[in-house]
C-alpha cells in the first residue's frame, strides 16, 4: 500500500522555516523518485520513515544547515561545523543517515543517481567516405 507524507510529518523531524508548499514540493520529488520502491519493499511505518527522512534530506541540504561536528569551550571557545553538503553525499546529514539505514533495499539510490550525457554539441558529424 502507497505511504503518504505530509509537510507536517517531515516537520517532526525537521524543524525550517519552509512554508508547507514548498515542503510539499520535496516531498513530491521523494515520491517521484523512490515512492514506488518504498512502497513495494517495506511496511507503512517502515516506509513513512524513510520518506520523511529523505525529504528532511533534501530540505536540509537546500537550506544549507550545517551540523556541528566538534565544540571545545571551557573557554577555549570552538565550534566547528560540517556543510550540508559533502563527498559523503547522503551520508553527509543525519536525515541522510538514518534513511540510509532504513532502506535495506537501496532506494535511496535513485535520489543520488547521477546522469552522464555522452555525444557532440554544435557540429554536426561528417563520414570519411565520400558517398556516403
Known sequence: MAVTITPNDVKL??????????????????????????????????????????????????????????KTAPNGASISYNSGISERGLLSNQYGKAAFDLDQNGCWRAMVQKTAF???????????????
Open 118 to 132: 555522452i555525444g557532440t554539441i554544435g557540429r554536426s558529424a561528417r563520414s570519411l567516405y565520400p558517398d556516403a
Open 13 to 70: 523531524i525537521y524543524k525550517s522555516g519552509y512554508p508547507d508548499e514548498l515542503i510539499q514540493l520535496y516531498i513530491d520529488v521523494v515520491e517521484a523518485k523512490i515512492g514506488t520502491c518504498v512502497d513495494s519493499a517495506y511496511g507503512d511505518a517502515q516506509g513513512k520513515l524513510i520518506k520523511m527522512n529523505l525529504a528532511a534530506y533534501s530540505l536540509s541540504v537546500a537550506e544549507g544547515k550545517q551540523e556541528v561536528s566538534s
